[in-house]
């Protein structure tokens, strides 16, 4: 096992993941911005390091920074969290070049399951259901004869890269030289990486994950599975567990694929596939995620595992100490996040002093944060500030206790979507478990109109 990790991240990852090496005995190492010199982080770590400028590329995606202070405190191990350096297979590889463990996959995998024709590819190979669509398109022409196989609806998709960025709707022939170029240039200059493909777009949908968990030996487990439909803009807000629309005979089903998907590519380490769920039954592959997804806190509540900590055992070649028939679940766990944001102001992001704060207690319920009272959030980062998990018998009572806790949770000086979260848990649609990926366009259609 290791006895020295850095944190290569900010926020409330990495105090999440410096409190799992706290629990191991693992001491810990932080590298923080010029921004960032007060952060929770940065305190709580057995060692902190300065890597540079307030802007990500300054100090958070440094890498020869990040490396230097790794070799020089003596790390033998890296944990990227999530975002930042999490799935970048360059920094990966001189991770491997420098003799330091990568908590999570190997430059190669990332590369491979990264580069989502080729993922698509993979899986479609192994049986894995994968949504119709293209291979990489070679230019806007071909593209257009393609576009037309496919069929519109569609949706023009970067090769590479996440977060909903190179990402187009078309609905037409005659939006689709304007979006394809407009994709093409996002996706070049968001991931260095210009390459587009079609998929065919599903309407209505469901988006439906699934954990998985694989050691260095062979041994893969899912941990079920998590839905993640209220989104606006292709960004998460809403998870939980179990999914409130899938039967146990699809569960079941789409274990198997993510389980086979897993062997297909030898994956070791945490990762997730994401699947589209239609609305006659079937389950299609979308991605798979080579790192720690944000919304791990929802399986660890309905688990009892704590994914972090097993991440690290991984890495370190401890193999799993159960098999898939030993995975059990526990009631239901909903995750809100929170972001520093107005709603009613076309989300624009708020940052300030926090002037006041009180967070959310009680049985099975967790706040994941960075904040603290008279804390300071700066304007360079991503708005998400906590999150907000709680767990329950059934839907029903998690879905009560997350209104409570909300209600309780309290934050001044900055703006947050607090109030947003407690109107969409009230949705007819939220409560029957009925919402689909496009809930988001009507809830805030019908808001706007009120």
């Not at 954990?211 to 941990?223: E, F, P, T, V, W």
């Not at 079941?252 to 596939?273: E, F, L, P």
């Not at 009631?331 to 809100?336: Q, S, T």
């Not at 018998?393 to 009560?400: P, Q």
Request: aromatic share 8%; charged share 25%.
């Amino acid at each position: 096992m290791f006895s020295k990790i850095l944190v290569a991240n900010r926020g409330e990852i990495a105090v999440r993941i410096i409190r799992a090496c706290r629990e191991m005995g693992i001491e810990t190492v932080a590298i923080y911005s010029t921004a960032d010199k007060d952060a929770m982080h940065v305190q709580l770590a057995d060692e902190s390091y300065c890597v540079g400028g307030a802007r990500v590329a300054e100090s958070y995606l440094n890498m020869p920074a990040i490396l230097t202070v790794a070799l020089e405190s003596g790390a033998q191990a890296i944990h990227p969290g999530y975002g930042l350096l999490s799935e970048n297979a360059k920094f990966v590889k001189l991770c491997e070049e420098c003799n330091i463990e990568f908590i999570g996959p190997t430059s190669d995998m990332i590369n491979l399951l990264g580069d989502k024709d080729m993922a698509r590819k993979t899986m479609r190979a192994a049986g894995v259901p994968v949504t119709p669509g293209t291979d990489v398109l070679e230019d806007v022409e071909s593209a257009k004869r393609l576009a037309e196989e496919v069929g519109y609806p569609l949706l023009i998709k970067a090769r590479s890269g996440g977060g909903g960025r190179g990402i187009r709707l078309v609905s037409s022939p005659e939006e689709f030289e304007n979006a394809y170029n407009s994709a093409c240039a996002e996706a070049q200059s968001a991931f260095g990486d210009g390459a587009l493909y079609i998929e065919k777009f599903l309407k209505p949908v469901k988006h439906i994950e699934m954990q998985l968990l694989c050691d260095k030996h062979g041994n893969a487990i899912c941990l079920g599975e998590r839905e993640c439909s209220v989104q606006r803009h292709n960004q998460k807000l809403i998870e939980e567990s179990p999914s409130p629309s899938i039967s146990a005979k699809t569960r079941r089903a789409m274990i198997d694929a993510a389980i086979k998907a897993a062997h297909a590519v030898n994956y070791n380490s945490v990762g997730t596939v994401e699947f589209l769920y239609d609305k006659d039954g079937n389950f299609y592959f979308m991605e798979m995620n080579t790192r720690l997804q944000v919304e791990h806190g929802v399986t660890e509540m309905v688990t009892g595992m704590d994914i972090v900590q097993w991440q690290i055992r991984v890495a370190a070649g401890v193999k799993l100490n159960r098999k898939q028939e030993n995975v059990y679940f526990h009631g239901h766990a909903i995750e809100c996040r929170i972001n520093a944001e107005d709603p009613d102001h076309g989300y624009r992001p708020s940052c300030g002093k926090i002037t006041r704060l009180h967070v959310p207690g009680g049985s099975f319920v967790r706040f994941d944060t960075a904040l603290y009272q008279d804390y300071s959030i700066p304007p360079f980062y991503d708005s998400m500030i906590g999150k907000v998990i709680v767990q329950g018998r059934t839907r029903e009572l998690a879905i009560r206790k997350m209104k409570m806790a909300l209600s309780e949770l309290s934050v001044i000086g900055v703006m947050v979507n607090r109030d947003l979260m407690i109107d969409i848990l009230s949705e007819k649609e939220f409560l029957d478990g009925t919402y689909t990926t496009d809930f988001m366009e009507g809830f805030e259609k019908r808001k706007s109109e009120k």
